[in-house]
């Protein structure tokens, strides 16, 4: 709490009207030198442990590189197949718009039964139920010797 009283007081001041406060200045004290840790240093290694560092950096390198170039290899390979794919989609699509659409089926005739469920639909007097007793005369599902069907 006692940060923000000269706040407030240095505000007051500079209000318009009002008389400048003469500000108290506190003696800063110089800020103490940083002192470095000591210097730590890397443990001493032979010559041959560096040639053995050396040599495996260097296989880790040969190894990433020959990845390296199996992986652009493949990376051709399958856009070279995504290409190919590709054009054969265009030829496929091309075929399909050239060729006639055929006729739809009136949808009458191929409306299936729909059959009621539920509460509400079985409550109904009004809707007239079919009797799954009889066969169907318009559906004949093998046709008579001399009927043909047109595909």
């Known amino acids: 709490m ?27 004290k110089a800020a103490a030198p940083v002192k ?5 240093k890397a443990p001493v290694v032979s010559k041959d442990e560096l040639r053995a560092q050396l040599e495996k950096a260097q296989n880790t390198i040969a190894t990433l590189r020959t990845k390296s170039r199996e992986a652009v290899r493949a990376a051709k390979t399958s856009a070279a197949q995504i290409g190919e794919l590709e054009a054969k989609l265009a030829q496929l699509e091309k075929k399909l ?11 009458a005739e191929v409306k299936a039964e ?19 007793d ?18």
């Open 2 to 28: 006692a940060k923000a009283a000269p706040k407030k007081a240095a505000k007051l001041a500079t209000k318009p009207g009002r008389p400048a406060a003469a500000k108290t200045a506190k003696p800063v």
């Open 36 to 40: 470095k840790p000591a210097a730590v």
């Open 97 to 107: 718009a050239a060729q006639p659409k055929p006729a739809k089926a009136a949808p």
């Open 114 to 132: 729909v059959k009621p469920r539920g509460r509400k639909a079985a409550a109904k007097p009004d809707a007239p139920v079919e009797s799954h």
């Open 134 to 151: 009889a066969p169907d005369e318009s559906f004949d599902p093998a046709p008579a010797d001399g009927e043909t069907t047109e595909d």
